[in-house]
C-alpha cells in the first residue's frame, strides 16, 4: 500500500451517508451496453428453437384436420416442454449471474476515513482508491500522491509503454481498463460506467464473447447433422405417405413426426446446465470461473505448469542470512553488532519500495528493521528509480543523503555480480557462495551500492560505477500439503512441471522437499529462449523443471507443451505471469496474493490459494464431462428407436404405418428432457475417476468409438420395440392397442 502523506489526512473518502444518493444520481459502476439475460430471453430463445416451431406447425395442422382433441392435447404438452426448457434456462443463468458476481473483481476504497474492500461495480464518484502494481484501473480517477507509479494505457492509446504518472496536472489522469505497471498510489474517482474513456469509445471486456471450445464446436456439428437427416427424412417420410393416402396435411404431420425425432435438442440444453450449475457448484467452493465452458477442459487437463512463489511455497518470506563482501563473513540478519552486515541490509532497503507489498522487499524491510541502523534510511530523500528490468532483473534507487548522493540495486546474483566487474577468481568465489545458498532452497539475491557526484545519472542502471555488497538469503516455505496434493496429480496421469525464476539449485531442493518428479535435466529461461521451436517441443516432453525463468520463456514452454497435443494448465499470480496464463487452456490465478491482472487473465481464481483446489476442479471437470456423456449416450440410445419405430414400417410397408404421431414424441420430450440434463448432472462421482489418465487430446465424444454402446442400446431397444409392433399387428389388434404397447414400452 502507498504510504500515506501527511496531507492526505485531510481527504477522508466518501462518507456512508453520501453514498445512496450518488448511487441513484450515477449508478452502479457497469456498462449499460451489456444485455442481461431475464426470464423474457429464456422464453424467447425457446420459441425461436426449430423443434418449438415444429411443434406449433403440428398442433396447427390438427386443428387443420378438425382434430381438435389432439391439438389441444398438443398445446397442453407444449406448454409443459417450454415450461421446462424455461425453467432449465433460468436455472443456468441464474447460475450464471452468480458466478459473474463471484468473478467481480474488488478494490480497496477509503469510506469515513476507513479502508474497506468493495465490489469494483459499487465504486462512485469520489471513491477514494488505493492503487498498487497489477491493479487494473476500474473507473476514471484523479491521483493524488503516487509513489513511482507507471501505467499500461495500450487499451487506450494503443502504446504499450508504460507512461508515467504523477499528482502534477497533465499526468495525474488515470483511465478505466489500464494497468498499473509499477507503483502504487491514492486516486479519486471521477467518472464510472459509460462516462468513462473507456465506455465511451465502447470497449467493454464484459461484452466480449469467449470462442466455442472444442465439445461446443462438436455439438454443434453433430445437431446441425441430425437436423438436416431430420429435414431430410421429413420430405422422404411426407412423399411416402402422400403417395399411398394423397392427403396433404396427414401426410406432413407424419413427417414432422420423424423430423421431431431426429433433431437432438436435449444435447446444447444439457452442455449449457451442466456447464453453469458446474461452475455455480465450484464457485461455492472457492474454486471462481470465468466462463462455464472453462470446466469442459478441466477435465482434460494433462500437464500442470507451476509457478513456485506463492504457489508451491507460503509466499511468506524471511531473510535467513546475509553475506558481507568486505568482511567475507556470514551472519544472521539480527545480529546488530557486525556494521557489515547492517550496511548490507541498508543497501538492500534502499533498492526496495519506500511501501513494500511484495513478500520479498516486506521481509527485507522487516529484517532492516531490526538491526541497528534502522533509522538512517528515513532519513534520506528518494530522488530516482530504474524499475525492476533485465534479463535476470534487477532495480535500483537513487537517494540524496547527507553524504552525497547514493545508489542502491539489488537483484539476481549473476546480474549484480556481472555488472560490479569482479576479477574472475573471486568471481569465482562469490558463484560458489550463491550455490550453496541456494542448494539450501534459499532465494538469493545481490546487493551492490554506488556514489554519483551530482544528479547526472546514466541511461541504463548497468552503468553505474557499482560496487558489490553481498547477498541476501531468503526463505519461502512449502506449503504443507503440497506433497500430497503432487501424488494426487501423478496418480491422474498428469505431468508436473515446475517453472521458476530461480536458481537450480534453489529449485531442485524444493523439488526434492516436496515430492516434485523433476528427472536429471532441466532448461533455464535463456536457453529455451534459443531452442528452436521443433527442438523444445521434444524437450518439453522430458524436461520437467524451468529455471531462471522469465515472461516469454514461461510463454514459449506453454506453447509448446500446447503444441505437442496436450491440455495445458498454468499457475501464476504476478504481473509478469499474466501472458503465460492467457496461452495456457486453463490458466490458474492465486487469488489470495494474486494480483487483479495475473486474475483477469486466468480462466480459474483459487480465492484461497490452497493448491488442493486445483485437484477439486480438475475432479469436478472429469465428472461433468463423465456425466455429459452419460447424458449424450442416454440421448442417443432413446432418438435411435424413436426415428426407426417412426420410418421402418412405412418403408416396408406395414399394415399399420405410423403407429407414433406428434403428440406422442413431444411426451417422450417431456420424459428425455429433464432426465437428461437434472438427474445426470446430479450422478454421482466414480470413486476412481481421479486414477485414470486424462481423456486424450481431441477426443470427440461424437465419434463412432464413443457412441458404439449408444447405438447397438439403441438398435436392441429398437429390435424389441419392432418386434411387440409385429407380433400384435399380425394378431389382428388394432392400432390404438399396437400403440399403446410400443409407446408404453418405450416409456419404460
Same mark, same amino acid.
Given at each position: 500500500?502507498?504510504?500515506?502523506?501527511?496531507?492526505?489526512?485531510?481527504?477522508?473518502?466518501?462518507?456512508?451517508?453520501?453514498i445512496q444518493p450518488l448511487l441513484k444520481q450515477f449508478g452502479k459502476n457497469v456498462f449499460g451496453a451489456v444485455k442481461k439475460r431475464g426470464f423474457l430471453m429464456a422464453v424467447w430463445n425457446v420459441f425461436k428453437e426449430p423443434m418449438f416451431l415444429m411443434l406449433v406447425f403440428a398442433a396447427t395442422l390438427y386443428f387443420v384436420l378438425g382434430e381438435s382433441d389432439e391439438g389441444l392435447l398438443m398445446l397442453t404438452a407444449m406448454c409443459f416442454v417450454v415450461a421446462i426448457s424455461i425453467y432449465q434456462?433460468? *436455472?443456468?443463468?441464474?447460475?450464471?449471474?452468480?458466478?459473474?458476481?463471484?468473478?467481480?473483481?474488488?478494490?480497496?476504497?477509503?469510506?469515513?476515513?476507513?479502508?474497506?474492500?468493495?465490489?469494483?461495480?459499487?465504486?462512485?464518484?469520489?471513491?477514494?482508491?488505493?492503487?498498487?502494481?497489477?491493479?487494473?484501473?476500474?473507473?476514471?480517477?484523479?491521483?493524488?500522491?503516487s509513489n513511482d507509479l507507471t501505467v499500461n494505457e495500450s487499451v487506450i492509446t494503443g502504446e504499450s509503454f508504460p507512461a508515467e504518472k504523477n499528482p502534477q496536472p497533465g499526468s495525474n489522469q488515470l483511465f478505466q481498463g489500464t494497468l498499473i505497471d509499477s507503483g502504487s498510489c491514492y486516486a479519486r474517482v471521477s467518472l464510472t460506467g459509460n462516462s468513462t474513456v473507456l465506455g465511451k469509445i465502447g470497449k467493454s471486456l464484459s461484452e466480449q464473447t469467449a470462442p466455442k471450445t472444442a465439445l461446443?464446436?462438436?455439438?454443434?456439428?453433430?445437431?446441425? !447433422?441430425?437436423?438436416?437427416?431430420?429435414?431430410?427424412?421429413?420430405?422422404?417420410?411426407?412423399?411416402?405417405?402422400?403417395?399411398?393416402?394423397?392427403?396433404?396435411?396427414?401426410?406432413?404431420?407424419?413427417?414432422?413426426?420423424?423430423?421431431?425425432?431426429?433433431?437432438?435438442?436435449?444435447?446444447?440444453?444439457?452442455?449449457?446446465?451442466?456447464?453453469?450449475?458446474?461452475?455455480?457448484?465450484?464457485?461455492?467452493?472457492?474454486?471462481?470461473?470465468?466462463?462455464?465452458?472453462?470446466?469442459?477442459?478441466?477435465? @482434460?487437463?494433462?500437464?500442470?505448469?507451476?509457478? *513456485?512463489?506463492?504457489?508451491?511455497?507460503?509466499?511468506?518470506?524471511?531473510?535467513?542470512?546475509?553475506?558481507?563482501?568486505?568482511?567475507?563473513?556470514?551472519?544472521?540478519?539480527?545480529?546488530?553488532?557486525?556494521? $557489515?552486515?547492517?550496511?548490507?541490509?541498508?543497501?538492500?532497503?534502499?533498492?526496495?519500495?519506500?511501501?513494500?507489498?511484495?513478500?520479498?522487499?516486506?521481509?527485507?524491510?522487516?529484517?532492516?528493521?531490526?538491526?541497528?541502523?534502522?533509522?538512517?534510511?528515513?532519513?534520506?530523500?528518494?530522488?530516482?528509480?530504474?524499475?525492476? $528490468?533485465?534479463?535476470?532483473?534487477?532495480?535500483?534507487?537513487?537517494?540524496?543523503?547527507?553524504?552525497?548522493? !547514493?545508489?542502491?540495486?539489488?537483484?539476481?546474483?549473476?546480474?549484480?555480480?556481472?555488472?560490479? *566487474?569482479?576479477?574472475?577468481?573471486?568471481?569465482?568465489?562469490?558463484?560458489?557462495?550463491?550455490? =550453496?545458498?541456494?542448494?539450501?532452497?534459499?532465494?538469493?539475491?545481490?546487493?551492490?551500492?554506488?556514489?554519483?557526484?551530482?544528479?547526472?545519472?546514466?541511461?541504463?542502471?548497468?552503468?553505474?560505477?557499482?560496487?558489490?555488497?553481498?547477498?541476501?538469503?531468503?526463505?519461502?516455505?512449502?506449503?504443507?500439503?503440497?506433497?500430497?496434493?503432487?501424488?494426487? !496429480?501423478?496418480? @491422474?496421469?498428469?505431468?508436473?512441471?515446475?517453472?521458476?525464476?530461480?536458481?537450480?539449485?534453489?529449485?531442485?531442493?524444493? @523439488?526434492?522437499?516436496?515430492?516434485?518428479?523433476?528427472?536429471? =535435466?532441466?532448461?533455464?529461461?535463456?536457453?529455451?529462449?534459443?531452442?528452436?521451436?521443433?527442438?523444445?517441443? *521434444?524437450?518439453?516432453?522430458?524436461?520437467?523443471?524451468?529455471?531462471?525463468?522469465?515472461?516469454?520463456?514461461?510463454?514459449?514452454?506453454?506453447?509448446?507443451?500446447?503444441?505437442?497435443?496436450?491440455?495445458?494448465?498454468?499457475?501464476?499470480?504476478?504481473?509478469?505471469?499474466?501472458?503465460?496464463?492467457?496461452?495456457?487452456?486453463?490458466?490458474?490465478?492465486?487469488?489470495?496474493?494474486?494480483?487483479?491482472? @495475473?486474475?483477469?487473465?486466468?480462466?480459474?481464481?483459487?480465492?484461497?490459494?490452497?493448491?488442493?483446489?486445483?485437484?477439486?476442479?480438475?475432479?469436478?471437470?472429469?465428472?461433468?464431462?463423465?456425466?455429459?456423456?452419460?447424458?449424450?449416450?442416454?440421448?442417443?440410445?432413446?432418438?435411435?428407436?424413436?426415428?426407426?419405430?417412426?420410418?421402418?414400417?412405412?418403408?416396408?410397408?406395414?399394415?399399420?404405418?405410423?403407429?407414433?404421431?406428434?403428440?406422442?414424441?413431444?411426451?417422450?420430450?417431456?420424459?428425455?428432457?429433464?432426465?437428461?440434463?437434472?438427474?445426470?448432472?446430479?450422478?454421482?462421482?466414480?470413486?476412481?475417476?481421479?486414477?485414470?489418465?486424462?481423456?486424450?487430446?481431441?477426443?470427440?465424444?461424437?465419434?463412432?468409438?464413443?457412441?458404439?454402446?449408444?447405438?447397438?442400446?439403441?438398435?436392441?431397444?429398437?429390435?424389441?420395440?419392432?418386434?411387440?409392433?409385429?407380433?400384435?399387428?399380425?394378431?389382428?389388434?388394432?392400432?390404438?392397442?399396437?400403440?399403446?404397447?410400443?409407446?408404453?414400452?418405450?416409456?419404460?
Amino acid at each position: 500500500m502507498p504510504a500515506q502523506p501527511p496531507d492526505l489526512v485531510f481527504y477522508s473518502g466518501l462518507k456512508k451517508s453520501e453514498i445512496q444518493p450518488l448511487l441513484k444520481q450515477f449508478g452502479k459502476n457497469v456498462f449499460g451496453a451489456v444485455k442481461k439475460r431475464g426470464f423474457l430471453m429464456a422464453v424467447w430463445n425457446v420459441f425461436k428453437e426449430p423443434m418449438f416451431l415444429m411443434l406449433v406447425f403440428a398442433a396447427t395442422l390438427y386443428f387443420v384436420l378438425g382434430e381438435s382433441d389432439e391439438g389441444l392435447l398438443m398445446l397442453t404438452a407444449m406448454c409443459f416442454v417450454v415450461a421446462i426448457s424455461i425453467y432449465q434456462e433460468t *436455472k443456468s443463468n441464474r447460475a450464471l449471474e452468480a458466478l459473474k458476481e463471484f468473478t467481480q473483481a474488488r478494490i480497496t476504497v477509503i469510506r469515513d476515513q476507513q479502508e474497506e474492500m468493495i465490489l469494483i461495480g459499487d465504486l462512485l464518484p469520489g471513491d477514494l482508491m488505493i492503487l498498487t502494481e497489477g491493479d487494473k484501473i476500474p473507473a476514471d480517477a484523479v491521483i493524488l500522491h503516487s509513489n513511482d507509479l507507471t501505467v499500461n494505457e495500450s487499451v487506450i492509446t494503443g502504446e504499450s509503454f508504460p507512461a508515467e504518472k504523477n499528482p502534477q496536472p497533465g499526468s495525474n489522469q488515470l483511465f478505466q481498463g489500464t494497468l498499473i505497471d509499477s507503483g502504487s498510489c491514492y486516486a479519486r474517482v471521477s467518472l464510472t460506467g459509460n462516462s468513462t474513456v473507456l465506455g465511451k469509445i465502447g470497449k467493454s471486456l464484459s461484452e466480449q464473447t469467449a470462442p466455442k471450445t472444442a465439445l461446443q464446436k462438436q455439438i454443434g456439428y453433430f445437431v446441425k !447433422w441430425l437436423t438436416a437427416f431430420g429435414v431430410t427424412a421429413f420430405a422422404i417420410i411426407w412423399l411416402i405417405n402422400y403417395m399411398h393416402n394423397r392427403d396433404v396435411f396427414q401426410s406432413l404431420l407424419l413427417g414432422l413426426t420423424l423430423a421431431m425425432s431426429a433433431i437432438p435438442e436435449e444435447i446444447p440444453v444439457a452442455f449449457a446446465a451442466f456447464m453453469a450449475l458446474g461452475a455455480a457448484k465450484m464457485a461455492k467452493l472457492g474454486i471462481i470461473t470465468r466462463e462455464a465452458q472453462t470446466i469442459e477442459n478441466l477435465g @482434460a487437463v494433462s500437464v500442470i505448469c507451476l509457478d *513456485k512463489t506463492g504457489t508451491i511455497t507460503k509466499n511468506k518470506m524471511e531473510v535467513k542470512a546475509v553475506y558481507d563482501f568486505e568482511t567475507a563473513r556470514m551472519a544472521d540478519p539480527a545480529d546488530r553488532s557486525d556494521d $557489515g552486515i547492517n550496511r548490507v541490509l541498508l543497501f538492500a532497503r534502499m533498492a526496495s519500495e519506500k511501501d513494500p507489498f511484495d513478500a520479498m522487499e516486506k521481509a527485507i524491510n522487516e529484517a532492516y528493521q531490526k538491526q541497528g541502523e534502522a533509522g538512517y534510511y528515513e532519513k534520506m530523500k528518494f530522488i530516482h528509480e530504474y524499475p525492476l $528490468g533485465g534479463i535476470p532483473p534487477m532495480m535500483t534507487h537513487v537517494y540524496e543523503t547527507d553524504k552525497g548522493i !547514493w545508489v542502491a540495486g539489488k537483484g539476481a546474483p549473476e546480474r549484480i555480480l556481472r555488472i560490479c *566487474k569482479l576479477e574472475a577468481d573471486t568471481l569465482g568465489r562469490q558463484e560458489k557462495i550463491v550455490s =550453496d545458498m541456494a542448494s539450501s532452497g534459499f532465494r538469493v539475491l545481490g546487493i551492490c551500492s554506488a556514489i554519483v557526484p551530482s544528479e547526472k545519472y546514466p541511461e541504463k542502471q548497468d552503468d553505474f560505477n557499482w560496487k558489490f555488497e553481498g547477498f541476501l538469503s531468503l526463505y519461502d516455505p512449502p506449503k504443507e500439503n503440497v506433497r500430497d496434493v503432487f501424488e494426487k !496429480w501423478y496418480q @491422474a496421469g498428469i505431468s508436473i512441471k515446475l517453472i521458476t525464476g530461480d536458481f537450480p539449485a534453489t529449485a531442485l531442493h524444493i @523439488a526434492k522437499t516436496t515430492g516434485l518428479r523433476y528427472g536429471r =535435466d532441466y532448461l533455464t529461461g535463456e536457453q529455451v529462449m534459443n531452442l528452436p521451436e521443433e527442438n523444445l517441443m *521434444k524437450r518439453v516432453s522430458d524436461v520437467h523443471m524451468y529455471v531462471r525463468m522469465f515472461p516469454q520463456a514461461k510463454l514459449k514452454v506453454v506453447n509448446a507443451l500446447k503444441a505437442n497435443q496436450q491440455i495445458v494448465a498454468m499457475t501464476g499470480d504476478g504481473v509478469n505471469d499474466a501472458p503465460a496464463l492467457k496461452s495456457a487452456d486453463i490458466g490458474i490465478a492465486m487469488g489470495s496474493k494474486g494480483t487483479e491482472v @495475473a486474475k483477469e487473465a486466468a480462466d480459474l481464481v483459487i480465492t484461497d490459494d490452497d493448491l488442493d483446489k486445483i485437484t477439486d476442479s480438475i475432479t469436478e471437470g472429469r465428472k461433468i464431462y463423465a456425466n455429459f456423456k452419460k447424458a449424450v449416450r442416454y440421448i442417443i440410445s432413446i432418438h435411435i428407436p424413436i426415428i426407426l419405430t417412426a420410418s421402418l414400417p412405412l418403408i416396408f410397408g406395414w399394415q399399420y404405418p405410423n403407429v407414433f404421431t406428434p403428440v406422442h414424441v413431444i411426451f417422450l420430450e417431456l420424459i428425455m428432457g429433464p432426465t437428461c440434463s437434472v438427474f445426470f448432472e446430479r450422478e454421482p462421482v466414480e470413486h476412481d475417476i481421479m486414477l485414470s489418465k486424462p481423456r486424450p487430446y481431441g477426443q470427440n465424444i461424437f465419434s463412432g468409438k464413443e457412441l458404439r454402446m449408444s447405438i447397438l442400446q439403441g438398435l436392441v431397444i429398437s429390435a424389441g420395440l419392432l418386434s411387440l409392433y409385429f407380433y400384435f399387428m399380425q394378431h389382428g389388434y388394432e392400432l390404438k392397442y399396437v400403440r399403446t404397447v410400443v409407446f408404453n414400452t418405450l416409456i419404460l
